[in-house]
C-alpha cells in the first residue's frame, strides 16, 4: 500500500513537473511575441543584446533583423548590424552570413571591425567549399576572397592563417584537376588526356604529381600514335618523345622513368621504321 501512494506521488510530481515547463514555455513565448510586436526599441535592442549574450542566436537574430531598418544611419547601425550578421553564422547560415559580413565591409568600410568582417566573408565561402568532387564555385570564390583580404590587410595577424587557407583550397582544386586527368586516362581517351595533362602541369609547377601527369602524357602520346594514320603518327611519336626528354630533365629520379624510357625507346622504333 504504502509503494503504490509513492509511486502514485511520483507519478503526479512528473505531471507537475511537465505541467510547469509547458506553463513557463508559453509564458516565455507569449512575453517574446510581445516584445516582437512592441515599438519599445530601446527595449528591443537591450533584449537582443541579452539574447546575444546568452548564445540565443535565432531570437537576438529576429529582433536585430527587425532594428535594421530602425537604427539604420544613427550611431547604433553599425553595432545592430554587426551582431545580426555574427547571428546568421552562429546559426550556421553561412551563405547568408556570408553577403552581410561583406555588404558590413562596403557599408562601414572604416569600422574597427571591417577586418573581422572581411576575413569571415571569405571563411563562410571556405565554409561552403564542398567535397573536391563536386562543383568547386565555392572554392574559387573563397581562394579570390581570402588573396582580396591578403593585398586589402597585408599586415593582418590572420595573414599566416589566409595563407595556409589558400594552400588547402588549391589542393582541392588540384585533387579535382588530377582526377580528371585519370578519368580521361582510364576511358583511353588519350586526346583529352594530353590535354588535361599539359593543362595541369602549367597550372601546378609545384604539384608532387607531376612527374606521373608527365608520364601519362607520354604514354597517351604513344598509345595514340599506335592506332594513328601515318599522316600523324609521327606527330604524335614526336610529342612522346619529345615530353620524355623534357620528364628526364625535371624527374631524374621519378618512380615512373624505367617505364618512360621503354615507351620512348618504342617510340623510337616506330618512328625509324622498325617495328
Request: proline letters at 3%; charged letters at 25%; hydrophobic letters at 35%.
Amino acid at each position: 500500500m504504502v509503494g503504490f501512494f509513492i509511486n502514485k506521488f511520483d507519478r503526479l510530481n512528473k505531471y507537475l513537473i511537465y505541467f510547469i515547463t509547458i506553463s513557463f514555455f508559453l509564458v516565455s513565448c507569449d512575453h517574446y511575441n510581445k516584445l516582437l510586436k512592441s515599438t519599445n526599441y530601446e527595449m528591443k535592442l537591450s533584449k537582443a543584446r541579452e539574447y546575444y549574450d546568452k548564445e540565443n542566436w535565432t531570437k537576438a537574430s529576429q529582433l536585430y533583423e527587425e532594428l535594421i531598418p530602425v537604427v539604420k544611419g544613427t550611431d547604433k547601425a553599425e553595432d545592430v548590424y554587426f551582431h545580426y550578421t555574427w547571428c546568421e553564422y552562429y546559426m550556421n547560415d553561412h551563405l547568408l552570413a556570408q553577403y552581410h559580413f561583406k555588404n558590413f565591409t562596403r557599408q562601414f568600410p572604416n569600422s574597427k571591425h571591417a577586418e573581422e568582417c572581411y576575413f569571415m566573408n571569405a571563411m563562410c565561402f571556405y565554409y561552403t567549399s564542398p567535397f573536391y568532387q563536386l562543383d568547386q564555385s565555392s572554392t574559387y570564390n573563397a581562394i579570390k576572397e581570402f588573396q582580396s583580404f591578403v593585398d586589402s590587410y597585408p599586415s593582418s595577424i590572420k595573414m599566416d592563417s589566409c595563407n595556409q587557407t589558400i594552400d588547402k583550397l588549391r589542393y582541392k582544386i588540384e585533387r579535382k584537376d588530377y582526377d580528371i586527368v585519370k578519368q580521361y586516362y582510364k576511358l583511353q581517351d588519350y586526346k583529352a588526356t594530353i590535354v588535361a595533362s599539359k593543362t595541369f602541369i602549367k597550372d601546378y609547377p609545384a604539384s608532387a604529381s607531376n612527374d606521373e601527369m608527365f608520364f601519362i602524357m607520354i604514354n597517351s602520346y604513344y598509345l595514340l600514335a599506335k592506332n594513328s594514320i601515318p599522316s600523324k603518327k609521327g606527330e604524335r611519336l614526336q610529342g612522346a618523345m619529345e615530353n620524355y626528354v623534357k620528364f628526364v630533365d625535371l624527374y631524374p629520379n621519378s618512380l615512373y622513368i624505367s617505364r618512360a624510357e621503354s615507351i620512348y625507346l618504342f617510340c623510337k622504333k616506330l618512328k625509324d621504321n622498325k617495328l
